[in-house]
C-alpha cells in the first residue's frame, strides 16, 4: 500500500506565480518530512524539510506546510522561475517507521515562461 | 568527488544475465540506501546499510536480488538473472544520520535496461 502518495501526477504554472504541490501520508509514525528535486538523468536533490513538531518551514521561495491532523503537507514555491521545472518527490520517514525515507509517485512541474 | 558515485551509469544486458551495480557513498557517511525509479513511477525503496549490516532488506524485489558493503564503505547490488520488468534506475544513497533517516544524498543513478 502506498503511505505516501501525491496525486497531481503533473502541474503547470506561469512565470511569477506560486506553484502548489500537494502531498498526503498514512503512517501515523511518520514524523520527518522532506521535499526532492529531480532533473532528468540525475539524482534527486533536497530541498527542503520539516519536522512534526513544526507546521511550517520557509527557505527562500520555498515553503513546506505540515498538517498533522490532516496528514497532509504542501510545498510553494512563489515567485517560480523556469529553472524550478523539474519532477518533485515528497518523502517521509520516523524512527518508528523504519529508517529509510517513503517516497511519494512524484510530480512533475513545468514553469512556463 | 564529493558526492555519492555510481557505477555504471548505464547499462544494458540481456535477459538472464547477471548484473553488478556500485556505490561509492560519500565519506563518512555510515547510512546507505539502494532505491529504484521504474519508468513513470516513485522512488521504490530496495535495502539499507548502517555500517555494514543491512537491519533493514525488506524492499528487495525477489531473491535474485542482494547486497552487500564492505569497509562501511563500498556498496554492491546484484541482481542475477535479470528480468524486462527489472529495467529502471537504481539509486544510491548515503547519509550522516545514524537511526531514522534525516537528508539523503543521491547518487546520479544506474540506468539498467534489460532486453
Known amino acids: 500500500d502506498q503511505q505516501v502518495k501525491q496525486n497531481s501526477p503533473s502541474l503547470s504554472v506561469q512565470e511569477g506565480r506560486i506553484s502548489i504541490l500537494n502531498c498526503d501520508y498514512t503512517n501515523s509514525m511518520f514524523d520527518y518530512f522532506l521535499w526532492y528535486k529531480k532533473y532528468p538523468a540525475e539524482g534527486p536533490t533536497f530541498l527542503i524539510s520539516?519536522?512534526?513538531?513544526?507546521d511550517k518551514n520557509e527557505d527562500g521561495r520555498f515553503t513546506v506546510f505540515l498538517n498533522k491532523s490532516a496528514k497532509h503537507l504542501s510545498l510553494h514555491i512563489v515567485p517560480s522561475q523556469p529553472g524550478d521545472s523539474a519532477v518533485y518527490f515528497c518523502a517521509a520517514s520516523g524512527r518508528a517507521a523504519g529508517n529509510k525515507l517513503t517516497f511519494g509517485g512524484g510530480t512533475r512541474v513545468l514553469v512556463k515562461p | 568527488g564529493a558526492g555519492v558515485s555510481q557505477s555504471p551509469s548505464n547499462k544494458v544486458t540481456e535477459k538472464g544475465k547477471d548484473v553488478e551495480l556500485r556505490c561509492d557513498p560519500i565519506?563518512?557517511?555510515?547510512?546507505l540506501y539502494w532505491y529504484r525509479q521504474s519508468l513513470g513511477q516513485g522512488l521504490e525503496f530496495l535495502i539499507y546499510f548502517q555500517g555494514n549490516s543491512a537491519p533493514d532488506k525488506s524492499g528487495l524485489p525477489s531473491d535474485r536480488f542482494s547486497a552487500e558493503r564492505t569497509g562501511g564503505s563500498v556498496s554492491t547490488l546484484t541482481i542475477q538473472r535479470t528480468q524486462q520488468e527489472d529495467s529502471a534506475v537504481y539509486l544510491c544513497a548515503s547519509s550522516s544520520v545514524s537511526g531514522g533517516a534525516g537528508e539523503l544524498f543521491f547518487g546520479e543513478g544506474s540506468r539498467l535496461t534489460v532486453l
Open positions: 565519506s563518512g557517511h555510515t547510512a
Open positions: 520539516i519536522s512534526s513538531i513544526k
